[in-house]
């Protein structure tokens, strides 16, 4: 077993988060018991207005809590001096960053202010803390770019370099994959991890993408709509119960086989699919987004699917009510289901 895995880089102690507005506190989320290990990747969920936000600002100190304690590397958080407390935490958050004219190159060596300071040269082990941080995200090439002219992908890049710069062991994420188109979100988050496991620092990462958190997380911290916490491993999570409990409503079923939400099925449209392989899965994918259930064996249906395989081509042969018809693509398969009356007793 790595001991390092039991490095507690970040602790909380029955802390609880809100907001303060003319004197008057608001709590969100109350009695949160946390830790943030050393080499760990952590995603942190939560319906919308839960308080997820409000917890990243908490623990980065950029609000107070309103109660309970909070350790960073076993030193009390407001103990530790802000530029000490920069080597140790950096925050990547969702809001524009105030660039003017800066070009990446620039934003990325701030991250080197908490050892050179605002005026204070950069040296060769600056210069090279950089170089590493451009390179451990995949942004070399950008140096000279103006942050005004990046992607948002490339944008995103760069202000993780920039906290990286700091040498920090723990960073906190605000939804950083938020205006990311889906390849490059697959690929932040698999650059996250791996930072967080090779460099054993303790990685915090807001999200509403839970199929990524499910497939990249070590960890899951879920904020409830009711202020609490539940955390666990992702598989466990899934297993339980707890994310039909936290997200389902009366449009959408959790599925637990798939790892995912899905809307609830016409409980009078059934379907029986016999078959196997990636084209069977695909139609049962369809056949699900089309409104139908997937029939049990035993269970009545209103029509049944045969998927066969053959070396140069799949085919589809549908019967309904002993009508057969065969179909060479899925997407002859689906053209034909939408152009059914299903609204007639099967």
Known sequence: MNPALHTKHLTATKLSIGYSHRGQATCVAE???LALNAGEFICLLGPNGAGKSTLIRTLAGMQAPLNGSLKLQDQTFHSIPPRERARMISVVLTEAL?????DAYSLVALGRHPYSGWLGGLNEIDKERIAWAFHAVGAEGLEGRQIAELSDGERQ???IARALAQEA???LLDEPTAFLDLPRRVELMSILRNLAHREQMGLLLSTHDLDLALRFADRLWMITSDGKLIQGYPEELAMSGEFARIFANENLEWDAERGSFRAHPNPCLKAEIQGDGIEALWTRRALERLGFGIAKPGETSALSIQVVDTDDHTEWTVARNEKPAKHTSIGQLIDWIRGED????N
Do not use: E, T, Y
């Open 31 to 33: 009695a949160l018991d």
């Open 342 to 345: 299903w609204s007639s007793k």
């Open 157 to 159: 890049k760069v202000s």
């Open 169 to 171: 062991k723990v960073m």
């Open 98 to 102: 105030p660039v003017g004219m800066m």
